[in-house]
């Protein structure tokens, strides 16, 4: 194999190209679906509006603290450190499988 090989990138097929078109029609009727079919004047405020209304919610634990209690500073640092605890995560993990695959072109 040479050093610079080119990856060619197949065309659709027209079965392909006719599933996708299908799945795309799918996806607009449904919105269309929801739009049409939605009581007159009811707006559209989420589900969690809409389920709090229904389900009375009764909290199940109390947390030993609040972070919004200690201060402003103190929250938007845990925030902070859960950000970069996930980035530290996502990149870790994106480089395991960057270099797992990397190893197994070169075998």
């Known amino acids: 194999m040479s050093e610079a090989t080119t990856h060619r990138i197949p065309l ?3 079965r392909d190209w006719l599933i996708g078109a ?4 799918l996806l607009v009727a449904g919105f269309a679906a929801v ?3 939605a009581p007159s004047g009811a707006g559209f405020a989420g589900t969690d509006a809409t389920g709090a209304e229904l389900i009375p919610a009764e909290p ?12 402003s500073e103190v929250e938007s640092g845990l925030f902070a450190l859960q950000a970069a605890l ?11 499988l960057t270099g797992r695959r990397s190893t197994a072109a070169q075998e």
């Open 12 to 14: 659709l097929s027209r």
């Open 22 to 25: 299908a799945l795309v029609a």
């Open 35 to 37: 739009v049409l079919l």
């Open 60 to 71: 199940w634990v109390t947390p030993p603290f609040s972070p919004g209690s200690l201060g």
């Open 86 to 96: 996930g980035g530290i995560i996502l990149g870790f993990v994106l480089g395991r």
